[in-house]
């Protein structure tokens, strides 16, 4: 569900959507000067005190602050997150509601590990809030340069750099917030703006469609460019 903390999955179809399921679900601002726009962390932080996960019946279930859950049918759900959330809102399910059309967020270990080094203190991947973590059999920030035609294959999926919105992503003041929404870390931000150009992670799209398992062996083919 959009801009709601996610799920650590241990099987995910890669298809046409990028991650199937995928930010299906979002939340829709009502105030009379938002009215139809997505409701996001940039506008309510308190989101991340909310985590969803797909229940039994293939529909969102979503865990409130104080460890309620909360069906996305339950008649009360919409009514509830507007009080917690202190905006008035409608739910909307719907695929494609990705920030950057029908993509896959890939994030890598080693840049990771780099980053807490030059930062001096770990860094919680779920800040960044990827679809896909890798090891890679390639350096630290190479994923920086790397250019259309780049492609990855991971189980028996194979992403690529094709099309608009994809490449080195370029990122927001989301992963500022730690991932329970509670305290923010502005120099985070600024490092990878300095450092790195504001850069972390790879925007790609799924060009043959298949599972990921954790532990699947994962592989790159780099094209460097613009």
Known sequence: MKSLRGEELQE????????????????????????????TVRQRPEML????????????????????????????????????????????????????????????????????????SPVDLLRFRPNLHLGLDAPAFAEESWGAGTTITVGEAELAVTGAHTGPCIRCAVPSWDPDGRQRWPELQKWLIGEHENKFGMIMRVTRPGAVRPGDPAAVSARHGS
């Open 12 to 39: 995910a179809l890669l298809d046409h959507r990028g991650v199937a399921g995928d930010r299906a679900y979002a939340l829709i601002d009502g105030r009379d000067n938002h009215d139809g726009k997505v409701l």
């Open 49 to 120: 005190h909310w985590r969803a996960a797909y229940g039994a019946d293939d529909a969102p279930e979503l865990t409130a602050p104080d460890g309620t859950v909360w069906r996305w049918h339950d008649p009360g759900t919409a009514g509830e997150l507007a009080r917690s959330l202190g905006t008035p809102l409608r739910l909307r399910a719907a695929d494609g509601q990705q920030d950057r059309a029908l993509t896959v967020l890939v994030t890598f270990e080693a840049s990771l590990a780099a980053l807490e080094e030059e930062l001096g």
